[in-house]
């Protein structure tokens, strides 16, 4: 168990205690003593997530929702290490592989972790988490109801507000109306209701807002940030603004 380690004991705050941690001790039994005992339970203080939280948090959801359809495949398997690799580099994408199959392993407690990320996690943080885990269900190329309906209960559970998760999800199960679902509109909205509901969208995903996680989840919420863009180029591109 030693090669998990040194990733797991580095950055982590609050992910060392309550279900998280005890999930985490399940998982790899005494690699880190006191997770379970609650030895590294939250200190006050921490007002923003350390990266070792984040990734440990995704690593745990995105579990729960690749095995929602009762059966994890490759391509969610890759996805997650792609990112991983994208952002860290081979040894630590090798080293999360190897801790999300432990993960799989174990009974996810989805309302419990969920609880977790929300007090603990700020709001721009978690909706770079949910764009993440709507990335794996979509990897394979298909939105199985069953994936979509965990993040849809993650959300809940995160405190996601029901026009951001239409927002994310659109930018990933298109229809004819996608466009308006990502900047939070509808087809009627004016052209000055269409300019000011960008200038919001541009704000909330800014990749700034996650700039505490470090380079490594920017560059992802940079993604997210050109969905807005995009989309509001397709519809100026449909009325004929400039």
Partial sequence: MAKYGKWIGGGLGWAFGGPIGALLGFAFGSMIDGMKSGKYEHKAGYSRTLPGDFSVSLLIMA????????????????????????????????????????????????????????????????????????????????????????IDTIRSYLGIR????????????????????????????????????????????????VSHLGTEIQKSAKEKFQEVNTAYEIIKKQRGIN
């Fill in 162 to 209: 029901a026009n951001d998760y239409e927002s994310i999800k659109a930018m990933f199960v298109k229809d004819t109306d996608s466009a308006f679902k990502i900047l939070e509109i509808t087809p009627n909205a004016t052209d000055e209701e269409l300019k000011k509901a960008y200038r919001k969208m541009a704000v909330k995903y800014h990749p700034d807002k």
């Fill in 63 to 150: 579990a729960a929702v690749m095995k929602a359809d009762g059966k994890v495949v490759r391509s969610e398997l890759d996805f997650v290490k792609q990112f991983f690799l994208q952002n860290f580099g081979q040894a630590h994408a090798d080293e999360k592989i190897l801790a999300l199959r432990e993960i799989l392993k174990q009974n996810i407690d989805v309302r419990e972790i969920s609880m977790q990320i929300k007090q603990y996690m700020e709001y721009p943080s978690r909706l770079q988490l949910l764009h993440l885990l709507f990335g794996i269900s979509l990897a394979d190329g298909y939105a199985h109801p069953e994936e979509i309906r965990v």
